[in-house]
């Protein structure tokens, strides 16, 4: 079982539309929890950083975390042609370099 | 301010053959990392370097070895390339290697596209 688990999707949503992208996590070490952006032919570039449980706001974008639930999740409101992208989780714990990413999304708004 | 520049984009080995990734950031950043990109698996990390001089292993450094050659050059080489290493490479840096923790970002070059046949 791998320690994080993403929907590959593909996932298709009109402009305008709340997107709801999620991770699941077996590692309850983990307390530090990013979302990366990444567009196609290009390197991932980090979106939203979260420690530990809760949410954080920035513009249209809130991320989530239940540590109780070992569930994550990034919500884009007002969804634009422009956040076509593959969206992952990251997720490390305390003491090692490790960052371990999901397998990543992609998500497509439709004009 | 390129950031994080990887050469080359682009390559195809034959199997056994030799190369070399290399990657500059002009951050003045001091941890740098080696990351793999597969279908499936997610990215994984090859190598890491905390700081100048030094160089340690990550998730999957099998096949691969590492140079940090200053503060601003990490260079990634295969020895004897197989068609397992076929991948993505990313190289990332940030500016210390709790970055996690403190919230600053590990920014990423575009990535280098293998093909081993």
């Known amino acids: 079982q791998k320690e994080v688990e993403q929907d590959p999707g593909p996932l298709s949503v009109p402009e305008g539309a709340i997107v709801s992208l999620n991770c699941t996590y077996s590692?309850?070490?983990?307390?530090?929890f990013m979302w990366y952006r990444q567009y196609s032919r290009k390197g991932p570039e980090l979106l939203m950083y979260?420690?530990?449980?809760g949410n954080k706001e920035d513009g249209r974008f809130t991320a989530q975390v239940d540590k109780s639930s070992k569930y994550i999740s990034l919500f884009i409101r007002d969804s634009q042609p422009s956040d076509s992208a593959t969206y992952l989780c990251?997720?490390?714990?305390?003491?090692?370099?490790?960052?371990?990413f999901g397998t990543g999304t992609r998500l497509t708004i439709i004009p | 301010n390129a950031g994080v520049t990887q050469t080359p984009k682009f390559q195809v080995l034959k199997t056994g053959q030799s190369m070399t990734l290399q990657c500059a950031q002009d951050?003045?950043?001091?941890?740098m990392y080696w990351y793999r990109q597969d279908p499936g698996m997610g990215l994984r990390l090859i190598y890491y370097?905390?700081?100048?001089?030094?160089?340690d292993k990550g998730e999957v450094p099998n096949g691969y070895n590492v140079s940090r050659l200053n503060k601003r050059e990490f260079s990634l080489r295969l020895e004897s390339a197989a068609p397992s290493q076929t991948s993505v490479y990313f190289c990332?840096?940030?500016?210390?290697?709790?970055?996690?923790?403190?919230?600053?970002?590990?920014?990423f070059g575009q990535g280098t596209r293998l093909t081993v046949v």
């Open positions: 979260t420690y530990s449980s």
């Open positions: 990332a840096s940030s500016e210390d290697r709790i970055w996690w923790k403190t919230g600053t970002e590990a920014f």
């Open positions: 951050m003045n950043h001091n941890s």
């Open positions: 590692n309850s070490a983990f307390q530090y």
């Open positions: 370097s905390a700081s100048e001089g030094t160089t």
């Open positions: 990251a997720m490390k714990n305390f003491g090692n370099e490790k960052l371990t």
